[in-house]
């Protein structure tokens, strides 16, 4: 038992919630069928990455001091051109789309930053609120895990008992120009990305045929996320019996918006071939109460902050007509989302 904290504001909130506690691990995801309090799963759930639970010995909303986050957090720069490490992964992916293996699989890359001397934990945090009201921020520290930041705008699980909602949510595009004046709702959507979002709805709207009474799904609508847009479908549902939360959870991810399909086939293909580990990129984190509010969100556009070293998650879903190019810049605007924290 080993004490760790979590500092998480909800999406829009005019708060933030502070916790600590000691961590227990869990080694699947049943357990979550009755477990309470911040929740840090990894992409690959292993002995040396497990479920962390902080138990919420401490809990505190706080109230946003006007002066925190305010300084640096200048615009980020973006490379053009993939690195081979990339080139190679893209290559070996690509080829399994264009055998028929896959329909869809998803390659994530890893980029370091360094962190500056005089930029603390707290101010990232604080400036990812301010930055990215529209998404869910965690910071979250614990001895199994180490210490990750997220601002993301995708929900695993969301909702009170047994009335919950997830979401869709798959196919990017980045704003410019005029376009960072509004929410998104002028761009036109390319038929890959309306591809790659039906195959993340239709996936969520299967798994949830076996576990809610009845479900509704409405969209998909575009959203914006930071300087990125989205298309995102909303599914509300209810659950027979929340005491069976993690079962859900472990059938929802990862969903084919961090992995692919046939999920089981492309979840090994990404573990054994993707050039840098996830660890807990595109795991999930968040508040868990299955008799009360959880919140659980996919852990995107997060980076793990090592000492003075960033590690800078990203990644993209590729299709048969992918393009390398166009999906490495898909990823450097994604990275942009911590990039821009990092000013001194």
């Known amino acids: ?3 760790a904290y979590a500092l998480y504001r909800l999406p829009f909130a005019d708060h933030y919630v502070h916790i600590e ?8 995801y049943v357990q979550l069928n009755d477990a309470v309090g911040f929740v840090v799963a990894p992409f ?3 002995s040396s990455q497990p479920i962390v639970m902080i138990r919420p010995d401490v809990v505190e909303e706080c109230e946003f001091d006007a002066a925190n986050g305010t300084d640096g957090a200048n615009e980020a720069y973006r490379t053009d051109k ?3 490490s990339y ?3 893209f290559a070996n992916f690509h080829a399994q789309l264009s055998q028929g293996t896959f329909r869809k699989i998803v390659l994530a890359r890893c980029a370091d930053e360094s962190l500056p001397p005089t930029v603390t934990l707290e101010t990232l945090f604080f400036r990812a609120c301010r930055l990215y009201p529209r998404m869910f921020v965690a910071l979250v520290s614990t001895p199994q895990t180490g210490v990750w930041l997220t601002a993301t705008p995708e929900i695993l699980l969301d909702g009170k008992a047994c009335q919950m909602r997830t979401i869709a949510l798959a196919g990017t595009m980045r704003l410019e120009g005029e376009q960072l004046n509004g929410e998104g709702e002028h761009v036109s959507w390319s038929t890959k990305n309306i591809e790659e979002q039906r195959i993340v709805a239709t996936y969520i709207a299967e798994c949830l045929e076996h576990f809610a009474d009845s479900f509704n799904e409405e969209g998909p609508r575009t959203v914006r996320a930071a300087n990125l847009v989205h298309l995102r479908s909303d599914f509300t549902f209810t659950l027979p019996d929340s005491r069976h939360l993690g079962d859900l959870i472990g059938s929802l991810h990862p969903t084919p918006a961090v992995c692919g399909l046939p999920k089981r086939d492309a979840f090994r293909f990404i573990i054994r071939n993707e050039n840098h580990p996830r660890r807990y990129y595109s795991g999930f ?3 868990l109460d299955p008799q009360g509010d959880t919140h659980l969100y996919v852990s995107l556009r997060c980076m793990n902050i090592d000492g003075a070293c960033c590690h800078l998650y990203a990644g ?7 393009v390398m190019e166009q999906e490495w810049l898909e990823t450097e605007a994604k990275l942009e989302t911590m990039r821009r924290l990092l000013s001194s």
């Open 285 to 287: 984190m968040g508040w």
């Open 316 to 322: 993209g879903g590729l299709l048969r007509d992918s």
């Open 1 to 3: 038992m080993s004490p």
């Open 21 to 28: 506690g000691v961590t227990r691990t869990l080694s699947n």
């Open 87 to 89: 080139a190679i992964d």
């Open 44 to 46: 690959e759930l292993t």
């Open 82 to 84: 993939p690195n081979e």
